[in-house]
Protein backbone atom coordinates (compact mmCIF):
# COMPACT_ATOMS: atom_id res chain seq x y z
CA UNK A 1 0.00 0.00 0.00
CA UNK A 2 1.27 3.43 -1.18
CA UNK A 3 1.69 6.26 1.40
CA UNK A 4 -1.08 8.38 -0.29
CA UNK A 5 -3.24 5.24 0.04
CA UNK A 6 -2.70 4.95 3.75
CA UNK A 7 -2.93 8.55 3.83
CA UNK A 8 -6.62 8.07 2.77
CA UNK A 9 -7.32 5.10 4.42
CA UNK A 10 -6.74 7.12 8.11
CA UNK A 11 -8.82 10.05 6.80
CA UNK A 12 -11.64 7.45 5.88
CA UNK A 13 -10.87 5.89 9.59
CA UNK A 14 -10.49 9.76 11.24
CA UNK A 15 -14.16 11.11 9.43
CA UNK A 16 -15.59 8.04 10.93
CA UNK A 17 -14.62 7.79 14.25
CA UNK A 18 -15.38 11.53 15.03
CA UNK A 19 -19.13 11.43 13.32
CA UNK A 20 -19.39 8.29 15.56
CA UNK A 21 -18.34 10.11 18.28
CA UNK A 22 -19.48 13.78 17.77
CA UNK A 23 -16.76 15.20 17.74
CA UNK A 24 -16.88 17.38 14.64
CA UNK A 25 -14.26 20.06 15.13
CA UNK A 26 -11.53 18.00 13.76
CA UNK A 27 -14.05 16.43 10.19
CA UNK A 28 -12.74 20.00 7.58
CA UNK A 29 -8.92 19.21 8.16
CA UNK A 30 -9.99 15.13 7.62
CA UNK A 31 -12.23 15.95 4.79
CA UNK A 32 -9.39 18.21 3.30
CA UNK A 33 -6.49 15.63 3.57
CA UNK A 34 -8.55 13.23 2.07
CA UNK A 35 -9.68 15.52 -1.05
CA UNK A 36 -5.75 15.97 -1.21
CA UNK A 37 -4.74 12.17 -1.29
CA UNK A 38 -7.79 11.67 -3.44
CA UNK A 39 -6.04 14.21 -5.90
CA UNK A 40 -2.57 12.93 -5.88
CA UNK A 41 -4.09 9.58 -6.46
CA UNK A 42 -5.65 9.99 -9.03
CA UNK A 43 -2.82 12.57 -10.23
CA UNK A 44 0.00 9.57 -10.15
CA UNK A 45 -2.39 6.94 -12.25
CA UNK A 46 -2.74 9.85 -15.35
CA UNK A 47 1.11 10.26 -15.30
CA UNK A 48 1.58 6.71 -14.91
CA UNK A 49 -0.75 6.56 -17.97
CA UNK A 50 0.46 8.85 -20.20
CA UNK A 51 3.95 7.59 -19.51
CA UNK A 52 3.04 3.44 -20.55
Same mark, same amino acid.
Given at each position: ????????? !???? #????? %???? %??? #????? !????? %????? %????????????
Amino acid at each position: MLNHEKALC !YADL #GVKTC %IEAG %ILD #GLSLL !YFRKG %IELQN %ITLKEKITKILL
